[in-house]
């Protein structure tokens, strides 16, 4: 190996490698057989020394500029970063700012939930809790004020009745007690302490009927339909009058052959005279004279007369 020192050219051979000194000034190696100078490896030196300093000089500009790109592009990426940094913190606070008002929100409706909720528990208490008892409500509870409460009217006695009954919400009002019925009505129902007295006009039969059944104080007159009798069937033995009914019989039968009938009407019977002038129904007859015959009703041969007829001219 070959090398300068302070212009001084020292020898060191590499190992296995053998130098042989020509002169002060050359040399010569067995490693390439090749006769080297001491100027030749002088300027050798000096070039490559010139060689390092310009290469060093490079390495040196170089590095300048790549330290001065580098520490353009750190600035440029401190700046991207501080301005990112910028932009999430104040997005961040954006967003703080928005979370901050909708928890505001989020809380008066909450505050205000809870308000009405409170009012409404309390008109529910105020709704369910009743008047005591011996009272009636005046007001009917609201979602901001109570229920209202009166005592009760006491109860009505004496000449009074209850004509209104109480209610959770109404008194009870009480009237005087209506007096006696008049003459031409009756009493339906007896005055009570939660009724008034009650009167009904007496019931006027009608000319087809009559009386059956007078009126008294508390009960109506009974009326029933006046019989009427069936012309041919039955007639009329006693008149109806305003509280009695008409008597009807049965017409007699058929007058006897020979006999002269007078026809039944609606108030009278069939009636039949015989040739002798005797009324129907007499059995029996003597002659006293050509005008004049005795009527007896019992059988042939029996005495006892009880009329005296006419002969018929």
């Known amino acids: 190996m070959i ?23 050359s040399f010569k190696t067995s490693a390439s057989g090749r006769t080297i100078y001491s100027d030749d490896l002088l300027a050798a030196d000096a070039d490559c020394k010139a060689d390092l300093t310009a290469l060093q000089t490079k390495q040196a500009a170089d590095a300048s500029a790549f330290n001065v790109s580098l520490a353009s592009v ?9 301005a990112r940094d910028a932009e999430r913190i104040a997005a961040q606070a954006a967003l703080e700012k928005q979370y901050q008002a909708d928890l505001a929100v989020l809380e008066e ?15 529910m208490q105020r709704l369910t809790a009743s008047c005591a008892t011996g009272q ?11 229920r209202e ?26 009237a005087p007690i209506s007096g006696p019925c008049a003459g031409d ?43 009427l009798c069936v012309l041919g069937k039955t007639y009329q033995t006693q008149a109806p ?13 058929a007058c006897p052959a020979g006999d002269k009938e007078t ?8 009636v039949c005279v015989s040739p002798s002038g005797c009324a129907a129904g007499i059995r029996f007859a003597k002659k006293i004279n050509d005008k004049m015959w005795l009527c007896s009703s019992g059988a042939v041969g029996a005495k006892g007369y009880v009329g005296m007829g006419k002969v018929r001219q």
């Open 109 to 123: 409706k909450q505050a205000a939930t809870a308000s009405q909720l409170l009012t409404l528990v309390a008109y």
């Open 263 to 270: 026809p039944p009407t609606l108030t009278s019977d069939r």
């Open 3 to 25: 090398s300068t020192e302070n212009g001084t050219i020292v020898l060191a051979p590499n190992e296995g490698a053998a130098v042989e000194i020509l002169s002060p000034f």
């Open 136 to 146: 009636y409500e005046t007001k009917a509870p609201t979602l901001s004020s109570s």
């Open 149 to 174: 409460c009166k005592a009760l009217t006491q109860a009505c006695s004496g000449m009074n009745y209850e004509r209104v009954p109480p209610t959770k919400t109404s008194d009870r009002a009480c």
């Open 185 to 227: 009505s009756w009493e339906v129902f007896p005055p009570s302490p939660f009724a008034d007295r009650r009167c009904q006009e007496l019931t006027a039969c009608t000319s087809l009927e009559y009386q059956s059944k007078a009126p008294t104080a508390s009960s109506d007159r009974t009326c029933t339909t006046t019989t």
């Open 74 to 82: 750190s600035a440029q990426c401190k700046a991207d970063l501080d």
């Open 241 to 253: 009058t305003a509280t009695a009914n008409r008597i009807c019989a049965a017409v007699r039968g």
